[in-house]
């Protein structure tokens, strides 16, 4: 089973249209290869729902918690995000440090990518370039506060994807990407993404993947009926340890 919370395939990367006030509230549609996704920024606590009524996850920045809510079985999980992070930091370490993982190359860079970067100020394209995975990104810079919010939601959201699909590394690349975003103040307005599951070899093509996404500054009155709705679920739906909601989402997804 795999799925991805906001940030998608390439990142979840979003479009800055207007943020000129620091009212803490923005919705932010997302389209990545196709599927869509919705996220909100509320009262300091963030949701993000997959498509028009599927699964939802709220993010408590205070608490930094996790709440996954499944309106088709009716339950919910919660999931304590500094403990994924410690988790998945612990394992970068061991990763890191055995000599064996070492001969695994996509693996190794996984847990500690880098890339060459090129800016070009006057589009604001940026290119990172790799061996084994390449983004082009076009960009407009941003210094509202609520950006830095949302980054950190993102980051957050990366470790929560790895802890739903723990086979996957494309995550842990992501960090990367939104660390060199938010240290040169600039907004993704899209990307795309290719990767070269054995390298940049002669004659080898790469998968690719591509997003969009944009943001609307001031909530409306149905995205504030669709928080509502996730809050009510969140009061009413009974709470089940992790796996078995996990075990239960993928038994409802063969059906």
């Not at 709440?67 to 988790?87: N, V």
């Not at 996509?106 to 084994?132: I, M, T």
């Not at 992501?174 to 004659?203: D, T």
Request: glycine fraction near 6%; proline fraction near 5%.
């Amino acid at each position: 089973m795999v799925r991805w919370f906001l940030v998608g395939l390439v990142g979840g990367l979003l479009t800055l249209t207007a943020m000129a006030t620091a009212v803490a509230e923005f919705r932010i549609d997302n389209t990545v290869q196709g599927v869509r996704s919705t996220a909100f920024l509320l009262d300091g606590k963030f949701y993000s729902i997959i498509g028009d009524n599927g699964e939802i996850v709220k993010f408590d920045a205070a608490t930094r918690t996790f709440t996954l809510i499944s309106p088709a079985l009716r339950i919910q999980t919660r999931i304590d995000a500094e403990e994924i992070r410690r988790r998945v930091e612990q394992l970068r370490q061991r990763v890191l440090n055995d000599p064996n993982t070492r001969t695994d190359s996509f693996r190794h860079f996984a847990f500690n990518p880098s890339f060459a970067s090129e800016f070009d100020a006057v589009s604001g394209k940026l290119a990172l370039q790799s061996h084994w995975i390449d983004y082009e990104i076009r960009t407009i810079p941003f210094t509202d506060p609520l950006a830095g919010m949302y980054y950190d939601f993102v980051d957050w959201i990366c470790y929560l994807n790895f802890r739903l699909n723990p086979g996957s590394t494309q995550m842990l690349i992501r960090l990367e990407v939104n660390r060199l975003l938010r240290e040169g103040q600039r907004f993704p307005v899209s990307v795309s993404e290719s990767i070269y599951p054995r390298g940049k070899q002669p004659l080898a093509r790469p998968s690719r993947a591509s997003s969009s996404h944009d943001i609307v500054r001031r909530l409306g009155d149905a995205d504030r009926r669709r928080i509502e709705q996730a809050q009510e679920f969140k009061r009413t739906f009974p709470q089940v340890p992790f796996d078995e909601y996990q075990r239960r989402f993928a038994e409802q997804l063969t059906q």
